[in-house]
C-alpha cells in the first residue's frame, strides 16, 4: 500500500537518486548530483518539514518538494518513478500537500508547469490552480555572444542583490534565490552612466535578471548588456529561465541575439 509521509526525516543523499530516477524521462530529461540538488534547493528555502513524498512498503517512489517563503509555498519538484505512475498516486500526493500546508499556515501554493506537460496541467487544474502568466525559457551559445559588440562594461559587487524588477520575478528568480544560490551583483554601466543591475552565475552560465533604469530599458541596450554578461561567464551555453510573457524587451534583445526559447511554463496558484 502507498502513504504518503512528510520528508522531513530525509536527507537529500538519500533524495537524489530517486530524483534523478524519476525525471530521467521528463520533456526535459534532469540528472543532478547531489551537490547540484542541494544547490537547488537551499536556492528554493526548501522545507524538508513542508515537502510530502509517497511511500511504497517504506520505499520512496514520489515526492512534492516544497519552498516556503511567509506564507507562500513553491513547488520544486514533483515526480513519481515510472513504475508507480498510473495508479492516481498524483491526485493523493497534492492533495496531501496542500492540506499540510495550509494547516501550516501557507495562503498560496506556487508551481510551474511545461506547456507541453498537458497532462500535468490539466491534473493541476482539476486540483484547483489557476494559471496567472506564461513564462518563456531562453538559451544561445556564449561563444557566439562575445564575438559581438558591446559598449556596457560590468562590476561585480559583494552587496546583496536587492534590485526591485518591473514583473515580478518567479521563485527561482527571487532577490531570495539569487543570494542564496551563489549569483555575482553586477552594476551595469553605459558610457560612464550607471545603467541598472544584473544577476549572473559564472559558471552556469545563468542570468536571473537584468533590471534596466527606465531611460534605459530597450532592446538594443539589452542586447549589449546580455553580451557583456555572457562575456564574464566560463559556461558553453547562456541561459535566462522564467521570463513573464509582459517583459518583450528582454525575449526581443534574447530573438534578435539568435537566442533559442527551449521551454514554455506556465505559472499556476492554488489558494489554500
Not at 498560496?108 to 507541453?116: G, M, P, Q, R
Not at 532577490?175 to 549572473?200: E, P
Not at 547562456?238 to 505559472?267: M, P, Y
Request: charged share 20%; aromatic share 6%.
Amino acid at each position: 500500500m502507498v502513504v504518503t509521509a512528510s520528508l522531513s526525516h530525509m536527507d537529500t543523499e538519500t533524495l537524489t537518486p530517486v530524483f534523478n530516477r524519476a525525471f530521467a524521462d521528463y520533456d526535459i530529461p534532469l540528472s543532478l548530483t547531489h551537490a547540484e540538488l542541494k544547490a537547488h534547493l537551499d536556492a528554493i528555502d526548501y522545507s524538508r518539514e513542508d515537502s510530502m513524498g509517497l511511500f511504497d512498503r517504506g520505499a520512496l517512489v514520489g515526492f512534492l518538494l516544497i519552498g516556503r517563503r511567509g506564507s507562500a509555498a513553491y513547488d520544486g519538484g514533483t515526480a513519481i518513478i515510472p513504475s508507480h505512475r498510473g495508479r492516481g498516486l498524483s491526485h493523493l500526493l497534492i492533495e496531501a500537500t496542500a492540506a499540510h500546508l495550509k494547516e501550516q499556515g501557507c495562503t498560496a501554493f506556487i508551481l510551474e508547469v511545461l506547456s507541453t506537460n498537458t497532462r500535468a496541467k490539466e491534473l493541476y487544474l482539476k486540483h484547483h490552480f489557476e494559471e496567472t502568466r506564461t513564462l518563456s525559457c531562453y538559451q544561445a551559445a556564449r561563444q557566439r555572444l562575445v564575438s559581438l559588440p558591446t559598449m556596457v562594461d560590468i562590476e561585480e559587487s559583494d552587496a546583496p542583490f536587492t534590485a526591485s524588477h518591473r514583473y515580478p520575478p518567479s521563485w527561482q528568480n527571487q532577490n531570495r534565490s539569487i543570494n542564496a544560490g551563489g549569483y555575482a551583483h553586477l552594476s551595469l554601466r553605459r558610457s560612464g552612466s550607471f545603467i541598472g543591475s544584473a544577476a549572473s552565475h559564472r559558471m552556469r552560465g545563468s542570468i536571473a535578471q537584468i533590471v534596466l533604469n527606465d531611460e534605459y530599458n530597450d532592446t538594443e541596450i539589452m542586447k549589449e548588456v546580455i553580451i557583456a554578461t555572457a562575456q564574464a561567464m566560463e559556461s558553453k551555453m547562456v541561459r535566462i529561465i522564467n521570463i513573464d510573457e509582459r517583459d518583450t524587451v528582454l525575449s526581443s534583445a534574447l530573438d534578435a541575439l539568435g537566442g533559442e526559447r527551449f521551454a514554455l511554463q506556465s505559472e499556476m496558484v492554488r489558494q489554500l
